[in-house]
């Protein structure tokens, strides 16, 4: 049904565009292919060979290359995008004219995930440059405090440094340098109750973050209904307190509206740089490690790449360390084929094993999502954009479209479950060792450790915490199923106690492997997320926001017992797009893939940045932590390589400070802008295809 939906999203035959963005960005991209380049360009040998030029990719290839001595090549599976570069710099069209199930997006397939009714889902990841921040909601949110310091804290054992590499400080400084942010205007901010403190943003990062051109009458009545439930609104939530209410921000930029991704944020904007290339269409299908190290200590000495399954395979050699950046689901099936990983998974494959691994692919975690349908009187994203009249608009059609929904909050446990939280809490903590028996897929010693460790940090630090564990999130982009008025309220489980595993099925990267998140396995998840829709109802029942809706499309009054919820969520979740964990930092004795300085164990020369390396989930989407991970992990890079590592919050080496300044976007913002919401309104479509087709 997911498939299916993302299909009918994908061939929504709207057509709308930015003409000027078009050709501006056909000119950006011709200025900027200089890095890109073809495979007889590549020379034998680079410093760093970055495997995976997506989200975090692109940011190590920045920041690496920053330091002239340094060679830098990045090998990405999927093409440069430029065919399709208005469409991926056009914000709207990630609702209307979706690269998902497009050659630009894996689109892998899950295993049938008996939790969720059997459903055939699909994980949709970016593959092209820029990877996932290419195609994504461009939702822009950070974690909390409390979740960055328990995720520095599982490390603090092997590594007493641990904290100054991965707590608040650090990470909250490396998430500022990739940012650059707008503030909204004047209108904007009081027409959206709009709270924030510009100290807890970047000022020259990268990567452009703000509110929209245009917002949305309906959007200002958010607030106040989520206050009038229990949920107040966060006065910061950017700057570690991520829960409440809150109107966030967008990775958009606000001088011309277009998406502010990996590529246009870290690589076009570069001047010419002679020891970085990015070659395209260049698949990873093996590392190789050099003779005669010892099997504790095996060096990448060469990675092996090629076009398609079966074209001539190539090898580039590494003279200092490879990378991995690809992804959640690319990064553990690379280490797998090239010997490193569970030894019961690589023999079933026939992968020799270099170097035995328990935890690669396993505590796999994602968000799961869905959500209530109603009908409105108010305008919506999708009203606007099917009367095309985003002219009527003040601001005009550019601004409209940095519509991406941005109402949400991140609700807790007191507030799901009242004078109940605590029992649960002891219930679900009491479950620990049970749990992990029954519901991990691995039983080896070490990656139960692990089950246990992350399901720990959950149940004590984050079920009693104010962190939210479901987001509650305003969908106003309409479906081509259910119409142009309706709205949708989402619903994200955030800290899953269900943990799933990737395993490879062949030696040969380009067969897909098997992905089971083991979705709702955990009684607690499935209670969660229950209550979260129970809440959600009671949001869309309370004022202001009931005044324009009515009725419930979806699941509709025929849902109201815990029975009828738990049926019903079975049949209409999927993924909110958040997979992670696969190649969790944590120590090796709980089934750890890497270490607090992201290298992984028994390899002298191999670290994994991405997605994959967060042991735990934060409430919150993951680009953001993504663009902090990876600026940290080159600032630890580049201090070991160099004693002469560069200031954690510089400005001057941040390839987008020279071309806009903060004070040139507040200019540009006072146009009036609608927003839209991105990735919530992907789920809706499922919803509506479950619930109102069938
Ligand atoms: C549809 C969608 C919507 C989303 N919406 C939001 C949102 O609104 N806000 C938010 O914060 N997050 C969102 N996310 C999540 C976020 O975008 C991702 O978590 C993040 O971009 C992942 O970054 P990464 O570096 O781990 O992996 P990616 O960005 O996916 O990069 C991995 C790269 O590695 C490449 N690769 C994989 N295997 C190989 C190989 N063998 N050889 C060579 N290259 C390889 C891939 O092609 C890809 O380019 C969304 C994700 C999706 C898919
Ligand atoms: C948008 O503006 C930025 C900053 O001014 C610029 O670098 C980029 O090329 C522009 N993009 C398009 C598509 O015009
Ligand atoms: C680059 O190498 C040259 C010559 O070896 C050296 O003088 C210079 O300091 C190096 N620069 C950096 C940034 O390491
Ligand atoms: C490739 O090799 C040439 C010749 O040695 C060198 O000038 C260039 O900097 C190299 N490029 C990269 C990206 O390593
Ligand atoms: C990548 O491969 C596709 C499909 O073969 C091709 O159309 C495209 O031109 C290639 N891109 C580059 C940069 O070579
Ligand atoms: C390691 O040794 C084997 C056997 O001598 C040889 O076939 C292989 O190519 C060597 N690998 C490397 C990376 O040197
Ligand atoms: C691992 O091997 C590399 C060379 O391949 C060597 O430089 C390093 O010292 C070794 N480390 C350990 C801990 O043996
Ligand atoms: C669980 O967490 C608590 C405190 O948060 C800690 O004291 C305890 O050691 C942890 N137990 C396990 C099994 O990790
Ligand atoms: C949960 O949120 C509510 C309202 O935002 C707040 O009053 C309460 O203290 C929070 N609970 C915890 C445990 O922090
Ligand atoms: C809207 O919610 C308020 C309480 O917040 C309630 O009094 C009112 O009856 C509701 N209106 C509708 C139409 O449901």
Known sequence: ????????????????????????????????????????????????????????????????????????????????????????????????????????????????????????????????????????????????????????????????????????????????????????????????????????????????????GYILPIVGSWIPTLAAVGVTESPDAYGGQGWGSFIATSSINSANWTRSYARSGYIDPLPPRSNLQLLPNATVTRLIFGNGTASNNLTATAVEYASSKTAAKKTVNVRKEVLLAGGTIGSPQILMVSGVGPKDVLTAAGVQVLSELPGVGQHLQDHLSTGLVYKTTSQTAASMHTANNFGSVSGGSAAFLSFVNSATAYVNLTTLLGNSAQSFQSSVLGAIDSSATSL????????????????????????????GHIEILLSLTGTPIAGDQIIAVQVGLQHPFSQGQITIKSPDVFDYPTIDPRYLTHSADVQILREGLKFARLVAQTAPLNQTLTGEVSPGSTVNSDADWEAWLANSVGTEFHPSGSCA????????????????????????????????????????????????????????????????????????????????HSGTIGLRDGRWELMGSIVTLVVLAASTLL
Do not use: C
């Open 440 to 467: 991990s897929p691995s039983q080896d010693s070490t990656v139960l450790a692990g089950y246990k460790a992350i399901y720990n940090v959950s149940a004590q630090q984050f079920l009693s915490s104010p962190v």
């Open 1 to 212: 049904m997911l498939a299916l939906s993302l299909l009918a999203l994908s061939l929504f035959p709207y057509a709308f565009g930015i003409p000027d963005a078009h050709s501006a960005h056909t000119t950006t991209h011709r200025i900027h292919a200089r890095n890109i380049v073809a495979q007889n360009q590549v020379n034998d040998t680079y410093d760093f060979v970055i495997v995976g030029g997506g989200t975090a990719g692109l940011v190590l290839a920045s920041r690496l290359s920053e330091d002239s001595n340094t060679t830098v090549l990045v090998l990405e599976a999927g093409d440069t995008g430029d065919a399709v570069a208005g469409t991926i710099d056009t914000p709207g069209d990630a609702y209307y004219q979706s690269l998902l199930n497009s050659g630009y997006d894996w689109a892998y397939p899950l295993v049938a995930q008996p939790q969720a009714n059997n459903r055939a889902l699909t994980w949709a990841r970016g593959k092209l440059l820029g990877g996932s921040s290419a195609i994504n909601g461009m939702y822009y949110v950070r974690p909390s405090q409390i979740e960055v310091d328990a995720w520095a804290n599982l490390m603090t054992s092997t590594d007493p440094a641990a904290t100054s590499k991965w707590g608040w400080d650090s990470f909250y400084a490396a998430m500022k340098k990739s940012e650059t942010f707008n503030a909204p205007s004047g209108s904007i901010e009081s027409a959206a109750n709009i709270e924030f403190s510009p100290s807890s943003h970047g000022t020259s990062g990268p990567i452009h973050a703000g509110y929209p």
């Open 585 to 664: 930092m944590l120590p090796l004795n709980q089934g750890g893939v890497v270490d607090s300085e992201l290298k992984v164990y028994g390899l002298a020369n191999v670290r994994v940045i991405d997605a994959s390396a967060f042991p735990v989930q934060f409430a919150a989407h993951l680009e953001a932590p993504i663009y902090g991970l990876a600026e940290q992990a080159a600032n630890l890079i580049r201090a070991f390589y160099n004693a002469e590592a560069p200031a954690p919050t510089t400005s001057s080496s941040a390839p987008a400070a020279a071309t806009q300044t903060p004070a040139q």
